[in-house]
């Protein structure tokens, strides 16, 4: 029984050594938490490769970790009602105007551009191959030619929908139209494994590998003009939201140096996305 007492304070050590702990422990998530932040984005900046470029050179100038959710712009839109993401990267401009007017997002601003391009077989069975994208689609649907959609409502599906009604053919658009409900990546390797046509942003295409004989076939077209925005959802909506980080991160691309990183992100020598913040 001697031995005993000389236990008691290593016991009362260890208990205040697993206590510090505990508090370590707890505060180490808030603090990681505090400078990571939640991006719901349109797939084609994460698929063409541009936020391995751009969110590292972010993170190197704040600290603050982007944590990506890519998916349709309509999704992604979906997921700012939810309050489940703290900024946005999107490209539909008349649904993010829309979600600012409903006061989901505080404030939309332009951050770059590409353009849309019709891809399909090299043959160009339907003889589309031109710049007006109205007559391609004319084309498609008058030769009822295997056409993949997206069909997920994202940016380039809501681009796609408005370039057939432009053709007068909202419900028209052939035998051979199928809805993937897919990512432009998968769209385009369906559309490269059964000879089909496509409507892609040029920067999935650029970076896309498995092409195998599917070429660009209808561009130049103005209305095929591909603009991005970014902005942060409305904290007076959702509390949660970390409003500050993501401002952060809408001041940064929208700035000289975030607009540098964008420009500075090329393929094979290509740039794939053009900066036009405040512009």
Request: charged residues 20%; glycine residues 8%; positive net charge.
């Amino acid at each position: 029984m001697r031995n005993y007492p000389s236990f008691r304070p290593v016991a009362l050590v260890h208990s205040a050594w697993t206590a510090i702990n505990i508090v370590a422990f707890c505060s180490f998530p808030a603090l990681s938490h505090a400078q990571t932040i939640l991006m719901a984005s349109t797939t084609s900046t994460e698929q063409s490769g541009l936020f391995g470029h751009l969110l590292p050179e972010f993170k190197k100038a704040s600290g603050i970790d982007v944590k990506v959710v890519a998916l349709g712009t309509g999704q992604a839109l979906d997921m700012a009602r939810r309050g489940d993401a703290d900024v946005l990267f999107v490209h539909d401009p008349a649904a993010e105007e829309k979600i600012v007017a409903d006061g989901v997002a505080v404030k939309r601003f332009p951050v770059m551009y590409n353009d849309f391009v019709l891809i399909g077989p090299a043959a160009d069975p339907a003889k589309t191959k031109g710049k007006d994208i109205v007559e391609a689609l004319q084309k498609l649907s008058a030769s009822n030619a295997s056409v993949i959609s997206r069909g997920d409502k994202s940016g380039t599906h809501a681009a796609e929908l408005r370039y057939w009604a432009l053709a007068g053919l909202p419900a028209s658009k052939g035998t051979g139209y199928k809805e993937c409900g897919c990512g432009m990546g998968p769209a385009l390797n369906i559309a490269s494994s059964s000879g089909a046509y496509v409507l892609a942003d040029r920067g999935t295409w650029l970076s896309f590998k498995n092409r195998g004989n599917l070429a660009v076939l209808v561009q130049g077209d103005t209305r095929l003009f591909n603009q991005y925005g970014v902005m942060v959802v409305n904290p007076a909506k959702h509390q949660h939201v970390k409003a500050a980080e993501a401002q952060k991160f809408v001041d940064w691309v929208t700035s000289n140096p975030g607009q540098a990183v964008i420009a500075s992100y090329k393929i094979e020598g290509e740039q794939l996305f053009f900066p036009n913040a405040g512009r």
